[in-house]
Each structure stands twice: as C-alpha cells, then as structure tokens.
C-alpha cells in the first residue's frame, strides 16, 4: 500500500511535529510505503521548534529515500501561466485585452507566479471571475484584482 501526503509544509509546525512523529513511531506497518511532499526548509524549521534545534536530524531518521523536485526555470514556468490563461480567454466569443495595457501590468502579475500551484490557483479563480464577468472588464485588469485577491486569501491560511 502506499499513501500519499501532500501539503506537509502547509501545517502547523505542532502538526508537522504530530505528522512525523506518528509515521515514524506508529504507523512502520510491514508493506506501506508513505510518499511525503513538502518543502524541506519548512519542515525542518518546523521540526526545529519540536525537536529542540534538531529537526534535520530528526526528518533523517523518518525519511529514507529523498527526491528534489526542481523549481521550474522561470520561463516554462511563465509558459505554462500565459497557455493556462489563453485557454480560458480564447474559449470566448468576445473578450477585451487591451494588449499594451497587459504587457505593462504583467510584469506586477508575474511577482504572484512562484510554482505551479500559484499558477493553477491564480488561473482557476480567475477562469470563474472571467465566467462572470468577462466581457465587462479588461482581462489585464480582472488578472490583476485576481492576483492581488489570491494573495489576500493565501495570507489568511
């Protein structure tokens, strides 16, 4: 059997600290392999502050094989925002890009794009507000209030 859990970075550290310390003292079952993703440098400053200071060395007992993931190179990353928002736009009948306006404002949009789930996160919301709304307002514009609302919601996580 194999579990996922994804989001680790994403909890309390008292939690990261409960997370770990279960899979490491109550959940060793024969023939269950755990996939863990986090950001590393979360984890372990989290696991600082339950581990006295020592929380590489305790997520080194707990985990047994690493993989890096890469950060995706700038311009794929960019790529792969701008095809996101081109299928949601180009789907439409009508729709309003005042392209000069967007090429001055995008590079304010692009400081919101860290990683993948910024990008997917940024582009969902938008494609609903663009649903609603879309042939009412410029899409630079809706882009942006997107943006600058995404990043209002993740700070109150």
């Given amino acids: 059997m194999v579990l996922f859990v994804d989001d680790i970075d994403r909890l309390s550290y008292d939690e990261v600290g409960i997370l770990f310390q279960l899979i490491k003292n109550v959940a060793d079952f024969p023939k269950v392999i755990y ?3 986090y950001d590393k440098e979360v984890v ?3 696991l600082n502050r339950v581990q006295q200071g ?4 305790y997520l080194q ?10 950060v995706p190179e700038g311009n794929l ?5 701008l095809q996101r928002l081109n299928s949601i736009v180009n789907g439409r009948e009508s729709y309003r890009l005042d392209q000069e306006h967007f090429q001055w404002i995008y590079p304010c949009i692009r400081e919101y794009i860290k990683n993948i789930r910024d990008c997917n ?3 969902n919301a938008f494609s609903m507000k663009y649903l609603l709304c879309g ?13 600058l609302l995404y990043t209002s919601d993740a700070a109150d996580e």
């Fill in 35 to 37: 996939v863990l993703a």
């Fill in 44 to 46: 372990i400053n989290a």
């Fill in 54 to 57: 020592k929380g590489e060395e």
């Fill in 61 to 70: 007992k707990v985990i047994q094989v690493t993989y890096d993931v890469p």
């Fill in 77 to 81: 990353l960019e790529e792969y925002f």
């Fill in 121 to 123: 996160r940024i582009c």
């Fill in 135 to 147: 042939e009412e307002c410029d899409v630079g514009d809706l882009l942006a209030i997107t943006c």
